[in-house]
């Protein structure tokens, strides 16, 4: 019986290379720079090499409420596509903020509180993160505020209900109690980068401090509890995995399930991400310093983006709009030691709605990217001739976002959404300046 890992893998310990440093970036707007203020002891993980971080006992604890969390074979799906791989999928959805997002939220609130935080503040797309952050906020006794793109916030209203429900304060963003939702009110939708610099913004207010969900190399640190458990659950099974899948919004599913994967000890694994045509970063974005939010204001890191200034079409994958990737996830992209796709959103439904009549499970809209990922690859495999082992990450439920789903089997789901190549060039348009110099791990 798979126990939960005691520590952290850190994917850092086993890299030939070090990541790009961030850089000051440059001043653009008169006014003091926004600080994050994050604890020491996250900064510390953003930047060790030790392989393993252990997890305190605290967060620990909290973890065994719902990890570990099940491991199962999709059989009946295996059987409706006909198919000779061999199809594992790892379930994120069954705790109290019904995604994976849990994992970091609980141990940020422990460190943020014990640096004296008073109240959390942050930025969340579909509203897998708010949510996550509500809950551990609650566990913690820490005051949140939320700040949730507003397209979302409108077509997920029952997010809102039970961040609010767990004690949170909600805002639809842009909003017009921040500079930064003032400076963008013109995009009324809302973007997942103008919602982080609100979020940002708020920690001007004493006590507060700004919590991030998945870029940082420490939230994905936090999250790889699910490919150490996954490794040991398919072990137990006697296989192990051939093909990794999960979806990618700025990485910390990805990252959480399968950098244990990318260790050396477990041989050549396939490591496949999978974003929506609507937000393409990683295959078609660029490598380069950008800003991490809208706010243009913090350090620069150097990854695969569309440029901070990216809106996105209107889609129903709220958790993967932002408009870059974790700098860690790029750097491994970069060096062709993972894989990027992207599909159209009515082809992630089709498979969504299929997984669900055959596995009993709705996945979220951004899950549903890793289930049609796996399709994909299954349906690759039978014209191979091979039967790999395929595993992905079923990363949250939908039972929050039936809109989405009715919106798809009325038929308004869009066949294709397209974004241009003049879209993305107009938007990198507004990269800041880059080095003109390589400097270490550039």
């Not at 620990?60 to 198919?83: D, I, K, M, S, V």
């Not at 199809?87 to 705790?95: A, D, P, W």
């Not at 004296?116 to 505020?145: D, N, P, S």
């Amino acid at each position: 019986m798979t126990t939960p890992p005691t520590a952290w893998y850190n994917v850092l310990a086993d890299l030939d290379f070090d990541l790009p440093p961030d850089l000051p970036p440059p001043v653009r707007r008169e006014g003091a720079r926004l600080d994050p203020q994050v604890p020491l002891s996250l900064i510390r993980q953003e930047v060790t090499r030790e392989r393993w971080v252990p997890i305190p006992e605290e967060v620990a604890r909290r973890y065994a409420q719902w990890r570990t969390t099940p491991l199962r074979r999709a059989t009946e799906l295996e059987e409706a596509l006909g198919t000779r791989a061999r199809i594992y999928y790892k379930y994120e959805g069954g705790n109290p903020s019904g995604s994976h997002k849990l994992n970091t939220a609980i141990a940020q609130a422990h460190y943020y509180k014990a640096a004296g935080a008073k109240r959390l503040a942050v930025a969340t797309g579909a509203g897998q993160w708010g949510t996550a952050v509500a809950t551990a906020c609650h566990m913690f006794g820490l005051e949140c505020v939320v700040y949730m793109v507003r397209t979302s916030l409108e077509s997920k209203p029952h997010r809102r209900t039970i961040m609010e429900m767990l004690g949170a304060e909600v805002i639809a963003s842009p909003s017009d109690g921040t500079a930064a939702g003032r400076r963008f009110a013109h995009e009324n939708a809302g973007t997942l980068s103008i919602a982080l610099a609100e979020a940002m913004e708020a920690t001007q207010q004493p006590g507060t401090r700004f919590c991030a969900g998945s870029g940082e190399t420490y939230s994905l640190l936090h999250n790889t509890v699910m490919g150490l458990e996954a490794i040991d659950q398919l072990t137990e099974f006697g296989e192990r995995a051939d093909v990794v899948i999960a979806g990618l919004g700025a990485g910390s599913n990805f990252g959480g399930l399968a950098f244990p994967f990318l260790r050396p000890d477990q041989g050549h694994v396939r490591c496949v991400s999978v974003e929506p045509a609507a937000c393409p970063k990683l295959t078609r974005g660029r490598y380069a310093y950008d800003f991490t939010d809208s706010s243009e204001q913090n350090a620069l890191q150097k990854m695969y983006t569309l440029g901070s200034r990216f809106a996105p079409p209107r889609m129903h994958a709220g958790g993967l709009r932002y408009h870059a990737t974790a700098k860690v996830v790029s750097a491994l992209y970069d060096r062709g030691l993972i894989e990027a796709t992207a599909y159209q959103q009515r082809e992630v439904f089709e498979s969504a709605v299929l997984f669900a009549r055959a596995e009993g499970l709705v996945p979220a809209p951004e899950s549903a990217h890793a289930v049609h990922g796996a399709v994909v690859e299954a349906a690759k495999a039978d014209r191979d001739g091979t039967s790999p082992v395929i595993l992905f990450s079923l990363s949250g439920h939908g039972l929050f976002d039936m809109a989405s789903y009715r919106s798809y089997l009325d038929g308004q789901v869009d066949e294709e959404i397209v974004v241009t190549e003049e879209d993305i060039e107009r938007s990198l348009e507004h990269l800041p300046p880059q080095p003109e110099h390589q400097v270490a791990g550039v």
